[in-house]
């Protein structure tokens, strides 16, 4: 959501429960917002975090005793801060709505309606994110267009910039190459007046196309005449471009000496612009045309398609043909997919192992249509490689550029999204993203995933990873975090991000929590009947609490395998335990009599996390990775870490600090007493648990 450094929601709560306001950052969390919560309790509280610290978003009770709203409002609007205010309350009716809802309140959320409640929040903040960014990007705007300015006029190409065919700028070196003394004499003269008498009409029809939004030509040769008529042979390139918030075109005037061989320079540009491999344009080039096609899109509501397409199983193919015929085998691809392009359709290699295509004013169906066709033909005939010969399959990931996405970050991250959900899902399929019919494409994507993750259940295509847990104090015996993984097919991983919430949609989890526990125990079986005993930390979503059935089955298993459950950690993550305290007491109640401890994981987040403490006991505390990921230098992390760490020993409990990812950090952690360590830096996680805890 946010797209600052600080990717977590810094919230202030104005309520006098602090249960209901722990209830509220729950609610966020579950929802999979990041929260940062604050929350005063006095006036004088409220003006020292408005003023002190950074606040994305408040909600504000009302009616609330500590601080009323209207004091709220005022704080707010006193700060001179861009802080979005939403009221909090029981109900809603027209005297309330219209005696709230103004100034500096911007919307109310029912407090006993968490769905709507979410979707304020979200709003306000991707609101409040939307506006930082413009300011900015405005900010940016102004010192590039200072900087740009600044190098056109000092540069020796010369430069113009036209608009609807008229002078609106030029530098010095193309007044120079004209024999203009000033800009004045220059300005608003037409582009015409500038070309040789034999060339104006095709002059003009190139200037009537590109009003029309038609893509000028990378290169158009000409002869020019300059004030005092002489004539010479130039050349021109065009750019879309904006100045002083006017769409235009940057012209660049060459003269062409008579020595330079007009079809060799056109040559020699068209190598340049395409990879020497497949004969498809290179990455800079289309990034160029789509680049072009994304502003279009903005300007003028047009559409355009993008289609990013990888060949199924590459290393696979490539180990199966061999190394050496790496660039024949995206060759045979390109030559495959150009007989299904017509003219108007722009290829090219965008990686080593992938290749896009840009279809300019293309509607969803065409892109559509197209991408299918691809994806057809790609599976429908066996590929000849040198002596060898190969079936071929492609996974396409679309983007209908429009205006509600035009941007090319956005565009090439949606399709290498659908690239990698196609692959995900066995492959030779494709997933086009369109704006405009998200809904669809969207319960189409999640449809084919729940099916996936029913297979994979059946037939245990799930994977552990193992990341080692390294102990501070001295202690080598062997400690490892479990982390979940599916394989999409010939060693291809799919990390939990990608299907995890489809899961908890569709009332899969318990089903992936006994799969873990299971696998975990049997590993830890064999290890201990070994003679080498080793602890697995293991998560535990909040699914598996509505029953007894994981507990129950957790204890079998321990039985069946002869396993001791001193050796198996399961996790609970602190948010999740504030609402479901009362399951959550009787879970830890049921392992605890196999042997088994309980961990709570980003612990220290939320309000009082202490007081959580008060009603569960776990054995094990991991600090929430936030206060982790900028230890070094921020002081607040630092003495935050030091209290969790103070406090957990006090009450014997052992804690662990994740996401470790230098020295600096790992010094402060010994020096504040955390007994175990993960990260990055110490080790990643992998297949194996081959760590040397000695």
């Not at 060799?264 to 800079?284: F, M, S």
């Not at 099916?451 to 799930?462: G, I, M, P």
């Not at 394989?487 to 873990?516: C, K, T, W």
Request: glycine share 6%; with cysteine.
């Amino acid at each position: 959501m946010s797209k600052s450094n600080d990717p977590a929601l810094r919230l202030m709560l104005v309520d006098d429960s602090v249960e209901e306001a722990e209830g509220i950052v729950s609610g966020l969390r579950n929802a999979g917002i990041a929260v940062r919560p604050l929350r005063p309790t006095t006036a004088a509280e409220l003006t020292t975090m408005l003023v002190g610290q950074t606040v994305d978003l408040v909600l504000a009770s009302h009616p609330c005793s500590s601080i009323p709203l209207a004091d709220v409002q005022l704080q707010v609007t006193t700060s001179g801060k861009d802080i979005p205010l939403v009221a909090v309350i029981e109900h809603v009716d027209t005297d309330s709505f219209s005696e709230l809802l103004g100034g500096s309140v911007r919307a109310l959320a029912l407090r006993h309606k968490p769905p709507q409640l979410l979707a304020t929040v979200r709003r306000e903040w991707t609101d409040v994110e939307a506006r930082r960014a413009q300011r900015r990007l405005e900010a940016q705007v102004r010192e590039t267009e200072r900087r740009c300015d600044a190098l056109i006029e000092s540069s020796r190409e010369p430069i113009a910039y036209v608009h609807e065919g008229m002078h609106i700028r030029a530098n010095d070196a193309y007044l120079e190459m004209f024999g203009y003394e000033s800009f004045e004499d220059i300005e608003g003269m037409s582009l015409l007046d500038l070309v040789g008498t034999k060339y104006l009409d095709e002059f003009k029809q190139l200037l009537k196309s590109m009003s029309k939004g038609e893509a000028p030509p990378p290169r158009y040769e000409l002869e020019a005449r300059d004030i005092e008529g002489n004539a010479f042979p130039a050349v021109m390139e065009f750019t879309l471009a904006q100045y002083e918030g006017e769409a235009c075109q940057q012209v660049i005037f060459r003269r062409q000496e008579q020595a330079v061989d007009p079809e060799l320079a056109r040559k020699v540009e068209e190598l340049r612009q395409r990879d020497q491999v497949t004969g498809l344009l290179n990455r800079p080039t289309f990034l160029h045309a789509l680049e072009d096609a994304v502003a279009d899109a903005a300007q003028n509501g047009t559409q355009h398609g993008l289609l990013l397409i990888e060949p199924d199983h590459y290393q696979r193919l490539l180990h199966e043909i061999g190394l050496d015929s790496a660039d024949t085998i995206m060759a045979a691809i390109a030559e495959r997919l150009r007989s299904e392009l017509d003219e108007h359709a722009i290829a090219a290699r965008f990686s080593e192992n992938s290749l896009a295509v840009l279809l300019r004013n293309s509607d969803h169906d065409a892109t559509s249509t197209l991408a299918t066709r691809i994806c057809n033909t790609f599976a429908a005939e066996v590929f000849v490689i040198g002596q060898r010969s190969s079936v071929i399959t492609a996974s396409i990931g679309g983007v209908q550029v429009s205006e509600k996405n035009a941007s090319v970050s956005q565009v090439l991250a949606k399709a290498a999204a659908g690239v990698q959900s196609a692959a995900g899902v066995g492959g030779n399929r494709l997933e086009l993203f369109d704006p405009n019919a998200v809904d669809r494409a969207e319960a189409e994507r999640i449809q084919i995933w729940v099916q996936r993750l029913r297979d994979a259940l059946e037939q245990k295509q799930f994977s552990l990873y193992f990341q080692p847990v390294i102990n501070l104090q001295g202690d080598n015996h062997p400690v490892y975090d479990t982390f979940l993984r599916l394989d999409g097919g010939d060693g291809e991983l799919v990390s939990p991000g990608v299907f995890l919430q489809i899961a908890e949609d569709h009332g899969m989890l318990e089903q992936i929590d006994r799969y873990v526990a299971e696998r975990a125990i049997e590993l830890i079986a064999q290890r201990e009947h070994g003679g080498k005993p080793v602890t697995l930390l293991v998560k535990v979503s909040q699914a598996s609490l509505q029953n007894d059935s994981l507990s129950t089955f957790i204890g079998e298993q321990l039985a069946m395998r002869g396993a001791s459950g001193e050796y198996l950690a399961l996790q609970l993550q602190e948010a999740k335990v504030f609402t479901h305290l009362h399951a959550v007491q009787q879970f830890a109640a049921a392992v605890n009599q196999f042997g088994c401890r309980l961990g709570l994981e980003q612990f220290g987040a939320g309000l009082d996390s202490f007081q959580l403490l008060t009603h569960v006991q776990p054995q094990l505390l991991k600090i929430d990775r936030s206060f982790i990921e900028d230890l070094p230098k921020n002081a607040d992390s630092q003495q935050r870490v030091r209290d969790i760490a103070q406090k957990a020993r006090d009450l014997d409990i052992l804690t662990i600090a994740e996401f470790v990812q230098d020295a600096a950090s790992m010094s402060i952690l010994f020096s504040a007493g955390v007994d175990y360590v993960e990260g990055h830096f110490l080790a990643t996680a992998g297949p194996e648990m081959n760590y040397d805890f000695e």
